[in-house]
């Protein structure tokens, strides 16, 4: 568990302390929705645990241990689901019996197990007993498999059990095509369930959009101002078009504290549509080198190696923004992505741009302990000096911008074609889109003009862009136990497999050579980097490729190429990972606690915010979902 420093805070004007605060209540507010969307039973499953824990007095401490750990993982992963596998996870330490024994306990110390009404304890745990103990019931959250009907093999909460992808297909389309939407069956008919006040999630929206109304009031700008209006009116109607609004206010508005709240990566989808819920606060750090970037954004563009009329001749100057988080809920956190780029519709990216917003303090809190483990381990002795010196410090955050502010923005659709990129790529797109951004930043790491705007030094450059390929492939590799069962799964994943794999085998070509290999060395199998001259060849026909399949939304091309190079996991390699990850003893992700804000009255008025790093990952988690439902801005 790692602590989010909030360097700053206490120095931004007493207003934007407020605003943030309000915007901090809306984002604690709604993180109960990611639950209750992860799976049918993960918002009860959790509530059942924290009971068990709160009244756990007097337990047998080898017990409660087992009830805390289960209870981490809920609180990490929102439910049972892996965050990043999007597959099944059962209790480590805990037995069924020892569920059983908990409850009685607990029930003995006053709990109110939260059962439905007339349900008695033991059927209570019968009802989600293969939920939370068999890994065979629903394995899978968000199933893009092959030959699978990936709606109804997929457990995630966005639909009744029992829709098939057909009964999705037959619906108008503008059902099958709406960002906040469940589906339900009802008397053998399905239907749409929106999310909004009064309809589903109705609760957790009202307060999160008291919240959201509290704040208003002190909007730095008018398009933050509308920004919030138009959440406000989305939330309460539950129209799509208002949240498309929402994005383009927020777009335009660059304030100092910012914020993400609503309904907005669409991963969780096996079809890539439905939003999940998701929720930040910011406020704005150094952007010396991002804005930099940025603003070269054409210079790259032009020398992307994929033909011209795919390139764009004038870019928006991207928003790139480089900022300190102080909360992040549902999909956001407490498993933080390291930078988001939004907002995802393609038609107001086109027309609007987007905003590229790095989170600085969430990219610089590690732990150096654990990272010499790491290195040492898995990094053959040759790189390592380069890895220790440069792969945190620079190459991480330069990969991360050029991905966000680069990457993504960059290339445009074939003039001939009609149909968004989103849509013609169906389930593949997002892999795709994320490993294009990754290659677009993979590729520019050796332009001179990074040099040119002090992103390092010329005598550098060879060992950052080494560092940059080797850290990228090992630094994959070493996340092998991320994947299940051989096959990779997330988006982000299948990107980094493919990027791997297709250098590793010369893009399927054994005449040719991208100059890196896995090699084995005493038993184990590390990256080689031979030649970062080759590599980057390599890199630039992988991105001319996928260009060429999202420029003409060319899905069967695109599924070759990631089923070929993209999905399979080689199992002497995998076991190898699994077997040397085991042996460190590393925790299998990041997660993130927040400061505790405290707002200070005078005369009944809020006058300050102060920011308290004082909680763990529980006293955190259980507070936040103290105040679900509370708009008493008492109640910490
Ligand atoms: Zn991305």
């Known amino acids: 568990m790692l602590g989010a420093d909030t360097p700053g805070f206490d120095t931004l004007p007493r207003d934007r302390k407020i605003f943030a605060y309000y915007l901090y209540r809306a984002a604690i507010a709604g993180n109960d929705i990611l639950f209750k969307q992860n799976h049918r039973d993960a918002f009860e499953i959790k509530q059942l645990f924290e009971t068990l824990y709160y009244h756990s007095n007097g337990m047998a401490s080898d017990l409660r241990n087992a009830v805390h750990d289960y209870l981490k993982f809920l609180w990490i992963h929102h439910g049972h689901y892996h965050h990043y596998t999007h597959t099944k996870f059962v209790p480590f330490l805990l037995s069924r019996d020892g569920l059983r024994a908990a409850a009685h306990h607990a029930a003995a110390n006053g709990a109110a ?8 304890i033991e059927e209570l745990l019968s009802r989600l007993d293969r939920t939370i103990f068999d890994p065979d019931h629903e394995p899978v959250q968000t199933n893009q498999s092959e ?9 995630v909460n966005f639909w009744d059990r029992g829709i098939t992808q057909r009964d999705i297909d037959a619906l108008p389309k503008k059902w099958q095509h709406k960002l906040n939407v469940r589906f339900a069956r009802r008397d053998g008919k399905v239907v749409p369930e929106i999310y909004r006040i009064g309809g589903l999630y109705g609760e957790d929206l009202k307060t999160v959009s008291h919240f959201l109304l509290s704040a208003l009031p002190y909007s730095e700008d008018d398009n933050q101002r509308q920004s919030i209006r138009f959440l406000l009116d989305h939330y309460k109607t539950g129209d799509e078009e208002l949240f498309r609004q929402h994005s383009i206010s927020w777009l335009r508005s660059n304030p100092v504290v910012d914020y993400l709240n609503g309904f907005i990566e669409q991963y969780l989808d096996p079809r890539g549509i439905i939003g999940n819920f998701e929720a930040n606060v910011s406020y704005a750090a150094d952007a010396t080198l991002v804005n930099a970037i940025a603003k070269n954004a054409l210079y790259f563009e032009e020398r992307m190696p994929w033909p011209d009329k795919f390139k764009r001749s004038s870019i928006a100057m991207p928003v790139a923004k480089v900022v300190n988080v102080i909360v992040e809920t549902g999909d956001a956190g407490p498993v933080s992505p390291a930078a988001y780029n939004l907002p995802n519709y393609n038609d107001i990216r086109r027309d609007h741009g987007s905003k590229n917003v790095v989170l600085f303090n969430i990219e610089n809190t590690r732990s150096q302990k654990l990272l010499e483990k790491l290195v040492n381990e898995f990094y053959l002795p040759e790189y390592r000096d380069n890895v220790f010196k440069y792969a945190h410090t620079k190459v991480r955050p330069l990969k991360v911008y050029l991905h966000e502010v680069i990457g993504h923005g960059s290339g445009q659709p074939d003039p001939t074609m009609k149909t968004d990129p989103r849509t013609a790529l169906g389930r593949v797109y997002s892999a795709l889109e994320e490993c294009r951004a990754d290659v677009v930043a993979l590729y520019h790491m050796s332009d001179p003009k990074l ?3 002090g992103a390092f030094d010329e005598d550098e450059q060879e060992a950052i862009v080494e560092t940059a390929y080797v850290s990228q492939t090992q630094g994959w590799l070493t996340r ?3 994947v299940v069962g051989l096959q990779v799964r ?6 980094n497999q493919l990027i791997l794999m297709y ?17 084995e060395r005493d038993g184990n199998f590390y990256v080689k980097v031979w030649d970062i001259g080759k590599v980057r060849r390599g890199l630039g026909e992988l991105l001319g490729k996928l260009q060429l399949f999202k420029s003409t939304g060319d899905y069967a091309g695109a599924a070759a190429l990631f089923d070929r190079f993209g999905t399979h996991v080689n199992p002497d390699w995998h076991r190898n990972m699994l077997d040397r990850l085991e042996a460190l003893n590393i925790p299998k992700m990041k997660a993130f606690v927040f400061p505790r804000l405290e707002p200070v009255f005078a005369d009944g008025q809020m006058v300050d915010v102060l920011a308290h790093h004082d909680e763990d990952l529980t006293k955190q988690q259980l507070r936040f979902s103290r105040l ?8 910490g």
């Open 113 to 120: 197990i939260p059962a439905r009404r007339g349900e008695t």
């Open 147 to 155: 030959g699978v009907d990936i709606v109804a093999e997929s457990a």
């Open 451 to 453: 040099i040119e705007i």
């Open 480 to 482: 092998y136990d991320h």
């Open 490 to 495: 997330e988006a982000h994943n299948r990107g």
């Open 503 to 519: 250098l590793v085998d010369n893009g399927g070509d054994p005449n040719r050579d991208f100059g890196l290999d896995v090699i």
């Open 628 to 635: 679900q439902g509370s708009t008493d801005i008492n109640a």
